[in-house]
């Protein structure tokens, strides 16, 4: 690494202002930083100055999305090896789903990335590295069947239209990724929602055994077809579904890691499993169909309510600011997430749409909490001047 190191600090100069490849100093800088960590500080006005910057913060939530990553993987292979009626080993099953799931991601990046290059370059600002978790993210949220143009186009329509149009990274009002979900999902629904689009190969229906679905518990529920998917089976993943979001026990085991680590919100979590507990115990009240007979716990579990609670609700930026606001925010938006699944069968999901639709409150939210806090002080203040 020191031969790199000095390498890099040879070359510098030539990417710098004055230097012969001066207009490619926001590539340059982005490679840099992506190999090392940046040397760079403030020198006036008022910074709480700690080690954990943009690049470590990203890197420890790369680190919590593997162990979701890494069983999305083996749980394509095996989902695949049922399709098919085969028994495969762990090891086969992961080197299957790897092969299938890794070109998702390398076209993720590579899309993504270009586009960040090319307006770093235009706006002559250094490149971020926020994109490094959404590239991650936008493979996670789909199936593994999704073409990969779909994936490309996605990507490139998240870049430009959920962050670049805002300002870049630290500026978008919405989640990048869910954008990106979101627009697949309306542009290509096909491709993005019912049974066999979960299951790698499964659409070509070749070799397929007799009485093989592949859909998912929550695209049964949302047709009102009482599905009787075992919790154990949705809380440990073993059932079709996006990459990303099957196995409840590897998102809360990063969900451990960012909580350890302070990276992601507690309050936002806790209020948004609260909120919908919240809203399922008013539908079992009622319950005038099966779909409002669900109990609380098995929406947990069910499809990416919780993969979206623990990664997407807690982006710093697109989330609430102000403790109080995280605490309405995540409320509300577990409320939401339960209502749009049961109310309306076209969105089966659910917590895509509540995490976009609060994400357009979160501003307003920390605005009237803020002022909330302000009049508050005031008259605080008043008191003890009438007081003296």
Excluded: C
Excluded at 182 to 202: M, R, V
Excluded at 262 to 281: D, N, P, V, Y
Aim: charge should be positive.
């Amino acid at each position: 690494m020191k031969a790199l190191r000095n390498y890099i600090d040879k070359i510098k100069p030539h990417f710098e202002k004055g230097g012969k490849f001066e207009k490619l100093e926001s590539s340059f800088g982005a490679i840099e930083t992506f190999l090392f960590v940046p040397n760079k500080v403030t020198f006036k006005g008022s910074h709480i100055r700690d080690n954990n910057d943009m690049k470590r913060t990203m890197s420890v939530v790369l680190i919590a999305l593997m162990p979701a990553l890494i069983f999305g993987m083996w749980n394509v292979g095996y989902q695949h090896a049922l399709s098919v009626g085969i028994n495969n080993s762990i090891f086969e099953n992961f080197i299957f789903g790897f092969t299938k799931v890794l070109p998702i991601i390398a076209v993720s990046y590579i899309s993504g990335l270009s586009i960040e290059f090319i307006f770093a370059q235009y706006r002559g600002h250094e490149v971020n590295e926020g994109f490094l978790v959404t590239g991650m993210l936008i493979p996670m949220l789909v199936p593994v069947d999704i073409p990969l143009w779909m994936v490309a186009i996605a990507t490139i329509f998240a870049v430009i239209f959920g962050k670049e149009v805002f300002g870049g990274t630290g500026m978008n009002v919405f989640n990048p990724a869910l954008v990106a979900r979101a627009f697949l999902f309306f542009a290509y629904p096909a491709q993005i929602t019912g049974d066999k689009i979960w299951i790698a190969g499964l659409t070509e229906g070749k070799g397929i055994v007799d009485g093989f679905s592949g859909a998912t518990p929550l695209g049964n529920w949302g047709q009102n077809i009482v599905d009787h998917t075992s919790f154990w089976d949705m809380f440990l993943g073993f059932i079709p579904g996006s990459i990303g979001e099957t196995s409840k026990l590897a998102i809360l085991i990063g969900a451990a890691i960012l909580l350890f680590t302070g990276i992601g919100s507690w309050r936002i979590m806790l209020s948004t499993f609260a909120g919908a507990i919240f809203m399922t115990l008013i539908f079992n009240a009622f319950a005038v169909n099966e779909y409002m007979k669900v109990d609380p716990m098995t929406h947990l579990v069910m499809g990416g309510f919780m993969f979206g609670a623990v990664f997407m609700a807690t982006d710093p930026v697109s989330s609430a600011q102000t403790n109080k606001g995280k605490y309405i925010y995540g409320f509300l938006l577990g409320i939401f997430a339960i209502m749009i699944r049961v109310f309306n069968p076209a969105y089966p999901e659910g917590m895509m749409l509540a995490i976009l639709l609060m994400n357009t409150f979160t501003p307003l939210i920390d605005f009237y909490v803020i002022e909330a806090n302000i009049k508050r002080r005031l008259k605080r203040a008043a008191k003890i001047k009438i007081n003296l």
